[in-house]
């Protein structure tokens, strides 16, 4: 897949476009010829399309703020010869543009790194998902079975080709007392296939509702998003929130299929692909997963009489 559209996904380009912003904005009071002004121009554009695509899921609300104090900084900075009282009025919407910037790219932040996963632990995992760790390919194993094989913990598999968050509750439905520790990578064909953030939030919030209950650990990938889409950040976000969701941030899951020879078509794991994200969830879940005390026991005895 294209870097350039990795990179996007990953959210990574809000921080690039907000310091380019900011750039533009400090060295504002130093345009001083057209040709400098029409640079400075395209600077603003360029990163306003970095952030934009970088889909953060703020809320209307917010989006609305930035949006009015970004025109009006941007229509005060391009007046020719202003007066005293302009003056004043753009150094005030240079003030609270650039207070804006720092504060929703700290909010962002907080969202970007890996939380600590806390709560009840288990010895085996339980996966609700689609192709992404059902797999496409039985030659290329899922990578469900690679985290077994890399971990000594079972994992339980309830993932589908085509699934989508509708589909969960049909999986869910296999969910037993003895699973605590349930980990949800759904929603990706719901966001490709068109479907309505309002039935995506309907379907993700009765998924959620069956699977929650006391005793249970639930972690949710977090999905890349596209700017038409992004309701579908807002949606999981509110809900992980709602029902006490651990999500596993965005960019880890691009880190994932944007390595060396990660998928089979720009989305579907490959076999390295398969190992990474194996890795990546075995990181994840390490406080709350640990393997069968007869799992330990037989790797220990291996490795005694091998030695």
């Given at each position: 897949?294209?870097?350039?559209?990795?990179?996007?996904?990953?959210?990574?380009?809000?921080?690039?476009?907000?310091?380019?912003?900011?750039?533009?904005?400090?060295?504002?009071?130093?345009?001083?010829?057209?040709?400098?002004?029409?640079?400075?121009?395209?600077?603003v554009w360029l990163s306003?399309?970095?952030?934009?695509?970088?889909?953060?899921?703020?809320?209307?609300?917010?989006?609305?703020?930035?949006?009015?104090?970004?025109l009006l900084w941007y229509?005060?900075?391009?007046?020719?010869?202003?007066?005293?009282?302009?003056?004043?009025?753009?150094?005030?919407?240079?003030?609270?543009?650039?207070?804006?910037?720092?504060?929703?790219?700290?909010?962002?932040?907080?969202?970007?790194?890996?939380?600590?996963?806390?709560?009840?632990?288990?010895?085996?995992?339980?996966?609700?998902?689609?192709?992404?760790?059902?797999?496409?390919?039985?030659?290329?194993?899922?990578?469900?079975?690679?985290?077994?094989?890399?971990?000594?913990?079972?994992?339980?598999?309830?993932?589908?080709?085509?699934?989508?968050?509708?589909?969960?509750?049909?999986?869910?439905?296999?969910?037993?007392?003895?699973?605590?520790?349930?980990?949800?990578?759904?929603?990706?064909?719901?966001?490709?296939?068109?479907?309505?953030?309002?039935?995506?939030?309907?379907?993700?919030?009765?998924?959620?509702?069956?699977?929650?209950?006391?005793?249970?650990?639930?972690?949710?990938?977090?999905?890349?998003?596209?700017?038409?889409?992004?309701?579908?950040?807002?949606?999981?976000?509110?809900?992980?929130?709602?029902?006490?969701?651990?999500?596993?941030?965005?960019?880890?899951?691009?880190?994932?299929?944007?390595?060396?020879?990660?998928?089979?078509?720009?989305?579907?794991?490959?076999?390295?692909?398969?190992?990474?994200?194996?890795?990546?969830?075995?990181?994840?879940?390490?406080?709350?997963?640990?393997?069968?005390?007869?799992?330990?026991?037989?790797r220990c005895n291996g490795?005694?009489?091998?030695?």
């Open positions: 897949m294209n870097p350039l559209v990795l990179y996007f996904a990953s959210g990574e380009s809000l921080y690039s476009g907000a310091a380019l912003l900011g750039l533009a904005m400090v060295l504002s009071p130093f345009v001083k010829s057209r040709w400098a002004l029409l640079s400075r121009n395209v600077v306003s399309v970095f952030m934009v695509m970088a889909c953060p899921p703020f809320s209307w609300a917010t989006d609305i703020a930035f949006f009015l104090s970004f229509l005060l900075s391009n007046r020719a010869r202003p007066r005293r009282s302009w003056l004043k009025l753009q150094f005030a919407s240079t003030a609270l543009l650039f207070s804006l910037l720092l504060v929703l790219a700290g909010l962002e932040f907080t969202h970007r790194r890996m939380q600590s996963i806390a709560g009840v632990s288990d010895d085996h995992l339980l996966v609700l998902g689609d192709s992404v760790s059902s797999g496409i390919d039985a030659r290329v194993p899922a990578w469900p079975a690679v985290f077994e094989r890399m971990t000594g913990v079972p994992v339980k598999n309830l993932a589908r080709p085509a699934a989508r968050t509708i589909d969960g509750l049909e999986m869910a439905q296999s969910i037993t007392s003895a699973d605590h520790v349930i980990l949800i990578e759904i929603g990706g064909n719901d966001l490709l296939s068109d479907v309505r953030s309002k039935e995506f939030d309907e379907a993700l919030d009765r998924l959620l509702l069956a699977v929650s209950a006391p005793g249970r650990t639930l972690v949710m990938f977090e999905l890349p998003l596209l700017p038409n889409k992004i309701m579908y950040g807002r949606v999981q976000r509110r809900l992980a929130k709602k029902y006490g969701v651990h999500l596993i941030p965005k960019r880890y899951f691009i880190d994932v299929i944007g390595g060396t020879n990660g998928t089979l078509d720009g989305i579907h794991l490959s076999e390295a692909g398969a190992h990474r994200m194996a890795a990546l969830v075995a990181w994840a879940l390490s406080p709350v997963l640990h393997p069968p005390l007869k799992s330990v026991s037989s490795e005694t009489k091998h030695t």
